[in-house]
């Protein structure tokens, strides 16, 4: 994950991309409302199976780009959190039977 979010910021910084964390999150949240609409119209609003295409790899690599770009903007490293998030849903699992967070 490293490895991504170095990507990212050369190329944040190669294209002059930078803007502030209210504007990631805006975007990151238009991005995931693109992967439902990508998910609800390739099922035809649920009337049919759902196959992962081109169009849904983009849509999911968009959104990764504007999460990386935030976790960059708010100085949070990926991995880290994931290690994090990780032990936290192993606890889960291990404690209660599942991972969520509800009783």
């Known amino acids: 994950?490293?490895?991504?979010?170095?990507?990212?910021?050369?190329?944040?910084?190669?294209?002059?991309?930078?803007?502030?964390?209210?504007?990631?999150?805006?975007?990151l949240t238009s991005e995931v409302g693109e992967l439902a609409k990508a998910y609800v119209e390739s099922t035809g609003y649920g009337a049919s199976p759902f196959h992962p295409d081109d169009h849904w790899a983009e849509e999911l690599g968009d959104a990764l780009f504007a999460l990386i770009a935030l976790a960059l903007g708010t100085q949070v490293d990926l991995e880290e959190a994931l290690e994090r998030v990780l032990r936290k849903y192993d606890h889960r699992v291990r404690t209660k039977g599942h991972a969520g967070s509800g009783a």
């Open 1 to 27: 994950m490293r490895d991504l979010q170095k990507r990212v910021a050369a190329f944040i910084r190669e294209h002059h991309l930078e803007t502030d964390p209210a504007t990631r999150l805006l975007d």
